[in-house]
Structures are given as C-alpha cells and as structure tokens.
C-alpha cells in the first residue's frame, strides 16, 4: 500500500508493507521528491533513529534505469 500528498515544495509517498502475514514487516518508506533531489526516509527500529538517504537527479535517473538492465556497468548518455 502506498500514499501520495503534494505538500508546497515536495512530492511525498509512503509505502506501507502490507506483506504476507506472519512475516516480519519492514518499517515505512517515506520518499520526499524536490525539484533538485529525492530523499528516502525509513526509521530503524535496532538504533531507535530514521535513516536517510539523499539521490541527486541524476542518480534517480540513473536507479529507474537500473531497475531494467542486466548485470553490467553503465554511463547514460543526456538525449538518448
């Protein structure tokens, strides 16, 4: 299950694990989309603190274009 709101500066979704049950369930994911970045947000229950992790524009592009390619090295060219 997922969420999305549009707040004044950022695009924001949550994804809910709603996984099989009796299978541990991860935390939330909060995604938060800017016009020059995207941040991934998950709160990390053995150090009682969330984990952030900020991706550039282009390693945003660089991760969607992952998702469909085989195992390998890559370099995206602009325009292509």
Known sequence: ??????????TV??????GE???RLQE?????AFDECVTVVQ???R????QTVTLSMTQLRDLA????LPE???KLEPGR
């Open 13 to 18: 979704i949550t994804l809910v694990d709603d």
């Open 65 to 68: 274009a992952a998702l469909d």
């Open 1 to 10: 299950m997922f969420t999305i709101e549009h707040d004044f500066d950022a």
């Open 21 to 23: 049950a009796g299978v």
């Open 72 to 74: 390998g090295a890559y």
């Open 47 to 50: 150090t009682d603190r969330e």
């Open 43 to 45: 709160y990390d229950p």
């Open 28 to 32: 939330d994911v909060i995604i938060s």
